[in-house]
């Protein structure tokens, strides 16, 4: 079953323009990563946020992390129309469960 | 190489076959996951090896399906009389997340597309 469920599952926006998407998860974790697919083949890690962490920031990203409400959100500013692609969030399942479940995806198309 | 491995890239087989996936996952990465991803839909877990741990299988849909990971290294799944559902890409990751260390993200190999006709 799915741990995470990204929301919009499609977003689309115009370069230059901030995209936020948003990941709500049901149990406890120990961490949430993000990661992005391009053509829908192999992802790639974008960022890793710990359970004890509130924020964090990686170039033109920011993720953002609720615990309290089993949520995070990723900010992409200044997008740009080589981010056009699917983003997942990613969760374990607490304590010693490590094994990491994706959701559905938010599918974001930048244009040019 | 540097990344993690699959092959083959592309699969078409017909219904009824039997098919094997490999994945070289990237050297000393003692964590080893599968995953499917059906058009335009997320990943769904289906196996994860974790060191010399069993294997956590829950995820395989059907004993149609297995996956071995010899000496901590290659994996593969396979899947015996193959379906048309079983038709997506199949992932897999690996990282260097151990039973104490869980904070490592996963590389992915390109996938392979399976298409069962």
């Known amino acids: 079953s799915q741990q995470g469920e990204e929301d919009p599952q499609a977003l689309s926006i115009q370069e230059g323009e901030n995209a936020t998407m948003n990941c709500s998860y049901k149990t406890s974790i120990n961490n949430l990563q993000w990661y992005r697919q391009n053509s829908g083949r192999g992802l790639v890690h974008l960022i890793l946020?710990?359970?004890?962490?509130r924020e964090k920031h990686s170039g033109r990203l920011r993720v953002t992390l609720d615990t309290s409400k089993k949520s995070s959100s990723l900010l992409i500013t200044a997008s740009r129309a080589a981010d056009t692609a699917s983003y997942f969030c990613?969760?374990?399942?607490?304590?010693?469960?490590?094994?990491?479940?994706f959701g559905k995806g938010t599918l974001l198309t930048v244009n040019p | 190489g540097a990344g993690v491995s699959q092959s083959p890239s592309n699969k078409v087989t017909e219904k009824g076959k039997d098919v094997e996936l490999r994945c070289d996952p990237i050297s000393g990465h003692t964590a080893l996951y599968w995953y499917r991803q059906s058009l335009g839909q997320g990943l769904e877990f289906l196996i994860y090896?974790?060191?010399?741990?069993?294997?956590?299988k829950s995820g395989l849909p059907s004993d149609r399906f297995s996956a071995e990971r010899t000496g901590g290294s290659v994996s593969t799944l396979t899947i015996q009389r193959t379906q048309q559902e079983d038709s997506a890409v199949y992932l897999c990751?690996?990282?260097?997340?151990?039973?104490?260390?869980?904070?490592?993200?996963?590389?992915f190999g390109s996938g392979t597309q399976l298409s069962v006709l």
């Open positions: 990751a690996s990282s260097l997340a151990t039973a104490t260390a869980t904070n490592e993200k996963l590389f």
């Open positions: 946020i710990r359970s004890n962490e």
């Open positions: 090896f974790q060191g010399n741990s069993a294997p956590d």
């Open positions: 990613a969760t374990d399942g607490g304590g010693s469960n490590y094994k990491l479940t």
